[in-house]
């Protein structure tokens, strides 16, 4: 059974800065691969960005440049640095994770079969 906890979310101002964190409960080996994924008000889910236990990753090109993924193994912890912030980065941010190496549909969330309840991020201009 995996658990993931969301928090970091709140409100900024265009340009600003947020990290969001996941805290993960479980067995490691079912979350090798670890992801964010954001849903807008009245639009589809999509990947933002997506890490393996290797340490390689994968990015929504709308993020590139300005959000980083990371994970601290010794807290069992995800992070999303996000910079550079746009209105239209405003969704519920949630947390995912999956046994296996994310593939090159990643964004779908196929990959993934666990995740939390989200955080909410809000971006004013």
């Known amino acids: 059974q995996v658990q993931l906890v969301e928090s970091g979310g709140g409100s900024v101002q265009a340009g600003g800065s947020l990290r969001l964190s996941c805290a993960a409960y479980?067995?490691?080996?079912?979350?090798?691969?670890m992801g964010w994924f954001r849903q807008g008000s009245g639009k589809e889910r999509e990947g933002v960005a997506a890490?393996?236990?290797?340490?390689?990753?994968s990015y929504a090109d709308s993020v590139k440049g300005r959000f980083t993924i990371s994970k601290d193994n010794a807290k069992n912890t995800l992070y999303l640095q996000m910079n550079s912030l746009k209105p239209e980065d405003t969704a519920m941010y949630y947390c995912a994770a999956g046994p296996y190496p994310h593939g090159g549909s990643w964004e779908r969330g196929a990959d993934f079969g666990y995740w939390g309840q989200g955080t909410q991020v809000t971006v004013s201009s």
């Open positions: 479980g067995y490691a080996y079912s979350m090798y691969c």
């Open positions: 890490i393996d236990g290797d340490g390689s990753t």
